[in-house]
């Protein structure tokens, strides 16, 4: 993702649904399918990320597994070569891709290579993706309670300042100064405190 100065579009890439979309389109070309879905693993089981192609009519013809397959499948169902392929960063399963095309089309096998080598970085890509949002999660939280900490109280405050000049709206800002919080800790614990 680049603007006209070449400049990578961080905000954009950074983001998971993007890079799934982008990686997915990719897998779909050089797969030559009629379409393509992306299915991540989650508590719901698997569950659709993103699409391309005609997935929204040849999805009937490719349901996804109730799990992760452990290795690349090929199924002919209604006249369509129907390949999924699991999805896997750092040995951990994240979902798998299915990719749809007419029987006449030929046969999966001699792209699998190629299918597999993108796949992964791919998977890669995802795991990066959600790496850097649990660290950013982690920078602004407090480890012990989960609160947001004094870093995001700046950032949130600095962002609420420039929309309230940009809008040309009034703002108030209150802070409370709680005397001998040290006893509040000792007596109740540093949880209660915070």
Known sequence: VSDTNGDIGKAEVLQEGPVLTRGLEAVQVAARTTSSALHLSGDQGLTVAATTGAWTSERVWASAPA??????????????????????ARGHALGLITLVRPEDEGAFHEDFGLLRLLVDQLAVALQNVRD????????????????????????????????????????ALVIFDVDNLKVVNDTYGHLQGD
Request: proline residues 5%; hydrophobic residues 40%; charged residues 25%.
């Open 67 to 88: 799990t992760v397959p452990g290795k690349i499948s090929v199924d002919h169902v209604g006249g369509r070569l129907v390949a999924r392929m699991p999805v896997v």
């Open 132 to 171: 850097h949002r649990e660290k950013l999660e982690t920078a602004v939280r407090d480890p012990l309670t989960g609160l947001f900490n004094r870093r995001f109280f700046y950032e949130a405050f600095a962002q609420e300042v420039a929309r309230h000049e940009r809008y040309g709206t009034g703002a």
